[in-house]
């Protein structure tokens, strides 16, 4: 994994691990979203902490369709390429 998608998904487990009461170790790129049971709010916070840590804009709309963690760094990183 290169550095930014390795920023990204330390990023992700972070945040996921605050919200889901999870070890980050838990996680990996094929963690689905759906199997964590996530919430409108939470797919918020992720969005806002992932501004803030990479000072970058992260729709939301968008954000929500990926599927796994997987999909959701290939997302972010390529908002970091633009």
Known sequence: MDEDRQEVFDALCTRASQLFGKDPSEFTLETKWADLGIK???????????????DIEVPYMKFRR???????????????DE
Do not use: M
């Open 40 to 54: 409108s709010v939470q797919v918020s916070q992720i969005t806002t902490y992932l501004e803030d840590e990479l």
């Open 66 to 80: 990926c599927a796994t963690f997987g999909e959701a760094v290939d997302f972010v990183v390529d908002l970091l």
